[in-house]
């Protein structure tokens, strides 16, 4: 299938580069506004320069939608209107009323997911696959002040990756509550799905680039990190105890195997292979909505 792009961004230039080495792709197609930048990514990667968007969803038969979350209802309308199946960068929107607009536009039958890069991080499908009842389960995303965040707070800009996997693969469809503090750029939230706590926390202020998972349960303790794609699951110790003022612990350590990947690749060769298939996306427009609903009651919440 031949692909386009729309925005050459940070985001858009990796989407471009991406399907340009995919083999299910042939041509790639990229158009932004600023057409400087289309040509720039085109000179490096090998894809076509459009001139318009409407030049580029006649020719592309899928689409990532990879420009500002605020224009997202604009830009993916037409998409829609030309039956071109599309990948819709997180957030799928800003708030919820553009949301629920926007899937309103989506014709019954059309490929069209949400791009959630972390649901393809391989550390995720192993957790998920060995996790049977959370007791405690944390998530840290922390960085150091990106170039461009498009205007969001960073609870759209990075607590939503693990929003995602909390809400959508751990305790899919479970009732919560959730309750946060912080600011736009450094917040924390505790989603409480039953018993079990799931802590949450985001910023854009720190001088350390931290994205890990932790869960704890009744005979061990689980640790993912999802940027070395490493994962640790620690048992109960065999001895534990203080002798002679000494503390001594005994544990058993497993290291998970883990196919390294790189998770865009994963996740645009699944969208293409949808898209082909006329099969729906693995992260749904639906769940994408779901997540924007949780991100605004966590934000609520730091406002209040």
């Known amino acids: ?14 989407h471009v580069r991406v399907y340009s080495e995919l083999k ?25 320069v459009c001139r318009s968007a409407d030049e580029l969803l006649r020719k592309a038969e ?5 420009v500002p979350a605020h224009h997202h209802l604009q830009a993916a309308g037409p998409a829609f209107a030309a039956g071109v199946p599309a990948l819709i960068e997180k957030p799928l929107c ?60 960073v609870v759209e800009d990075l607590m ?3 929003i995602d996997i909390a809400f959508n693969v751990f305790f899919p469809g479970r009732e919560y509550t959730v309750h946060a503090s912080g600011t736009g750029d450094v917040a924390a939230a505790i989603a409480t799905f039953g018993r079990t706590p799931v802590y949450l926390s985001a910023s854009r202020k720190a001088s350390k680039k931290v994205r890990s998972v932790y869960i704890e349960e009744e005979d061990r303790t689980i640790e993912g990190n999802f940027m070395t794609q490493e994962v640790f699951v620690y048992r109960k110790p065999e001895a534990y105890g203080q002798a002679g003022g000494l503390y001594r612990q ?30 729906p996306f693995p992260v749904t427009p639906e769940q994408g909505l779901g997540n924007v609903r949780v991100c605004e009651a966590i934000y609520q919440s730091l406002s209040a």
């Open 1 to 14: 299938m031949d692909a386009g792009v729309i925005g050459a961004g940070t985001v858009g230039r990796n």
């Open 24 to 48: 299910e792709v042939g041509t790639t197609y990229v158009y932004d506004l600023n057409t400087t930048a289309a040509e720039e990514v085109a000179a490096a990667t090998g894809a076509e």
């Open 62 to 66: 899928c689409v990532s939608v990879c």
């Open 94 to 153: 800003l708030t919820t009323p553009e949301c629920e607009r926007l899937l309103e536009q989506i014709p019954e039958g059309l490929t069209v997911g949400v791009g959630q890069i972390e649901r393809f991080n391989p550390i995720v499908t192993e957790i998920a696959g060995i996790v049977k009842d959370p007791l405690y389960v944390s998530f840290h995303r922390h960085n150091p002040a990106p170039a461009e965040v498009g205007g969001s707070s």
């Open 160 to 162: 939503i990756h693990d």
């Open 250 to 279: 005994e544990n058993v350590i497993e290291s998970l195997l883990v196919n390294k990947v790189e998770p865009l690749a994963i996740e645009l060769a699944t969208f293409v292979r949808a898209a082909r298939d006329g099969k």
